[in-house]
């Protein structure tokens, strides 16, 4: 149960980090309610989840989806440029998190 709230989480903290970048310091309501809600929510799967995980590897697994995810929508977007270098480089963050499942 822990891995499936620190996923997620990890989902949540994609969310709140697009949704950080588009309150356009806090100005636009709607993006920033998200944040914070996001926010909240991705902090506490965290924290539900270091309960049982070890930090260093739940926080790892955590801050690497989010970092993917918020990549992923942004070329998704075409707010950020897509290269096959950057999806090799996102791809071996996605390996070592499944290799943290892994060896855990």
């Given at each position: 149960?822990?891995?499936?709230?620190?996923?997620?989480s990890?989902?949540l903290?994609?969310?709140w980090?697009t949704?950080?970048?588009?309150?356009e310091?806090?100005s636009?309501p709607?993006?920033?309610?998200v944040f914070f809600?996001?926010?909240?929510?991705?902090m506490a799967?965290?924290a539900?989840a270091?309960?049982?995980l070890?930090?260093g590897?739940?926080?790892?697994?955590?801050?690497?989806?989010?970092?993917v995810l918020?990549v992923v929508?942004?070329?998704a977007t075409g707010?950020?440029?897509?290269s096959?270098?950057?999806i090799?480089?996102?791809?071996?963050?996605?390996g070592?998190?499944?290799?943290?499942?892994?060896?855990h």
């Amino acid at each position: 149960m822990s891995w499936l709230v620190l996923v997620l989480s990890g989902v949540l903290e994609a969310v709140w980090a697009t949704a950080l970048g588009r309150s356009e310091g806090f100005s636009r309501p709607g993006p920033t309610v998200v944040f914070f809600v996001a926010l909240t929510a991705s902090m506490a799967g965290l924290a539900y989840a270091m309960r049982t995980l070890p930090v260093g590897t739940s926080y790892a697994v955590w801050v690497g989806i989010g970092a993917v995810l918020t990549v992923v929508y942004a070329m998704a977007t075409g707010t950020e440029a897509v290269s096959a270098i950057k999806i090799l480089l996102l791809a071996g963050i996605v390996g070592c998190v499944i290799g943290l499942k892994i060896v855990h």
